[in-house]
């Protein structure tokens, strides 16, 4: 999905915890955030510091880095690119990973929003994620 990167760095398989991963994170986080329609200082907090270690990984400054995921969340009309990518690349550890920076996204402003929580919920089902995980990753916020 994101082959913008692989064109300028070429990454070795050890390396391979893998920049897309969380690239793809950090959009659907961005996504998250955009659904209680205001991004709070909290919430771009936390997904900047997920954009920095991106930006150490490939060599790019951080605002591009927060343009292309403005991009493209802007472009997307649906989860289906990201799903289809996730469920064939990601371990089911990975999944946990980024469904537990999406509520950590949800909850960085300490409020959980309803429709933040349905994409969640959404998203873990779409990715094969059982309900008691998710369960167990929010109950981890919460408290």
Known sequence: MF????????????????????LTASVLAYELARSDGEITEDELSVLMSEIQKIAKKVGKSEKEILNIIEVYSKDS?????????????YSKQEKLDLLY???????????????????IRRM??????????????????RN
């Open 124 to 141: 873990a089902n779409l990715i094969k994620i059982k309900d008691i995980e998710v369960l167990k990753l929010k109950n981890f916020f």
């Open 101 to 119: 920076f999406m509520w950590k996204m949800a909850y960085a402003d300490n409020k959980l929003d309803v429709d933040e929580e349905k994409l």
């Open 3 to 22: 082959n913008f990167f692989k064109k300028e760095k070429k990454v070795s398989e050890k390396e391979k915890p893998n920049f897309e991963i969380e």
């Open 77 to 89: 009309v649906s989860f289906h690119e990201f799903v289809e990518d996730i469920n064939e690349s």
